[in-house]
């Protein structure tokens, strides 16, 4: 296995928290990494396969391990940035009061 620095479920928190407060580019970055989790996943129950050509699965979980954690250390620098608590994994209020603004028009 690889290391994690999110959980399944603390994804699925940051992309439901984006959703909620129309807020995307967390969420896009979130759902991203979920992808590369089950790219990896899959590559590696293809190397277990007697008849698969196993150097080319390898190659991609290499490369798909290496872009999930650039995406992972992204998307705490993105939290950062914007001040998401990390415990909770919840938006901080002003970009909270920034949707609610947008969406009344202001």
Known sequence: MFHQDYSDAEL????EEAMLY???CPGQVASEIR???ELIAYQQSCEQQPDN???VHQCIARHAMQSHAVMEACLSEVLALEGWDRQTL???EGLRMRRDAVLRGE
């Open 12 to 15: 699925e928190q940051i992309v």
């Open 22 to 24: 129309m807020c995307a």
């Open 35 to 37: 992808r590369l989790r």
């Open 53 to 55: 050509e196993s150097v």
């Open 90 to 92: 919840r938006m901080p």
